[in-house]
C-alpha cells in the first residue's frame, strides 16, 4: 500500500528566501510521484511529477523535485520564493498504474512574508 | 495542458434536495474519472472512482446510494448528491486521467464546486 507524509502543516518563508516543503513516501513498488499546489476555493494544478528516468525533476514557476529511492523521498524546493507561491501544497503517490487514485499527504500550507 | 472543467462552481441547496455535478474533460478522453471531498483546511478525500461505461468503486464509508456517480461518455462524470444534509456541505473536486493505450498516468483536476447545503 502506498502512504505519503508531508512534514511540517505549515511552512513560513521570507520573500526571496528558499523554499522546502518535505514529502516522504511509502510504496510497495516503484511510485510515481507528484506535487500539486492549490489557491483558495480552487482545484488542484500540478506543479510537477516524476514517473521514470532523471530523478531532479523541474516543475512550472521554478519548483523543482528530487526523487531520493534511498531516502523515499520527494521533497519540493524553489531557490527564491514569491508572494505568489503562498498556498497550499499537497505531495501525492501512485502505484505507477494508469487509473489508480492518487493517495495525498495532508498537505503543507506555505506562507510568503515580504 | 490537459483541462477539467466543473460544473456549477458553487450551489447552495435546501436541505432534502439532490445536487448534480459535472465533471468534462476538455480536451481528452478520460478512461476513469475521480471524484475526492475536502473539508476545509483538510487534504482531498477519494470518494469513489469513475470508470466509462461501468459501475463506480467506492471508497469504505462513502455511501453509493447517496453519492450517484454516472460515467457515460469518455468526457463527462456526473456526481449526484442525493437528498443533501447540511453534513454533506463541502467542497467536491473531479480529477480526470486519459490512461488508457497511452498509459498516461497523470491526473488532471476540476476547479471544484462548493456545495453549501442549508
Known sequence: AQSVTQLGSHVSVSEGALVLLRCNYSSSVPPYLFWYVQYPNQGLQLLLKYTTGATLVKGINGFEAEFKKSETSFHLTKPSAHMSDAAEYFCAVISGQAGTALIFGKGTTLSVSS | ?118
Not at chain 2, 432534502?16 to 476538455?26: F, Y
Not at chain 2, 455511501?63 to 447540511?86: C, G, R
Request: aromatic share 10%; proline share 4%; with cysteine.
Open chain 2, 1 to 118: 495542458g490537459a483541462v477539467v472543467s466543473q460544473h456549477p462552481s458553487r450551489v447552495i441547496c435546501k436541505s432534502g434536495t439532490s445536487v448534480k455535478i459535472e465533471c468534462r474533460s476538455l480536451d481528452f478522453q478520460a478512461t476513469t474519472m475521480f471524484w475526492y471531498r475536502q473539508f476545509p483546511k483538510q487534504s482531498l478525500m477519494l470518494m469513489a472512482t469513475s470508470n466509462e461505461g461501468s459501475k463506480a468503486t467506492y471508497e469504505q464509508g462513502v455511501e453509493k446510494d447517496k453519492f450517484l456517480i454516472n460515467h457515460a461518455s469518455l468526457t463527462l462524470s456526473t456526481l449526484t448528491v442525493t437528498s443533501a444534509h447540511p453534513e454533506d456541505s463541502s467542497f467536491y473536486i473531479c480529477s480526470a486521467s486519459p490512461g488508457g493505450a497511452s498509459g498516461e498516468e497523470t491526473q488532471y483536476f476540476g476547479p471544484g464546486t462548493r456545495l453549501l447545503v442549508l
